[in-house]
């Protein structure tokens, strides 16, 4: 989110330090671009966000599974077979 915001403020700096040359209409088109710049930069910031949790949560499914299978072969391994 900070780097949208980055992104956001520097997009709008810019901006008003070039309108002073500009027409109305270049300035409303260039902010209009830096808007839309800004909403793709936070859609991939937010996929990455989602992808790094997606992973996590993988890898966390991934070892409670191990886990199961270690305390049942070790269940397994304490029984007897009433012999």
């Known amino acids: 989110m900070m780097k949208l915001t980055s992104t ?25 671009e830096a808007n839309y710049d800004a909403t793709a930069n936070a859609i991939e910031e937010n996929v990455g966000n989602a992808a790094d949790q997606m992973q996590a949560n993988a890898e966390n499914a991934a070892d409670a599974i ?3 299978g270690d305390n049942a072969a070790a269940a397994a391994a304490n029984t007897t077979n009433g012999y």
């Open 66 to 68: 191990r886990n199961e």
């Open 8 to 32: 956001l403020a520097v997009a709008l700096a810019l901006g008003a330090l070039t309108a002073c040359n500009k027409s109305p209409q270049e300035t409303n088109a260039e902010n209009i």
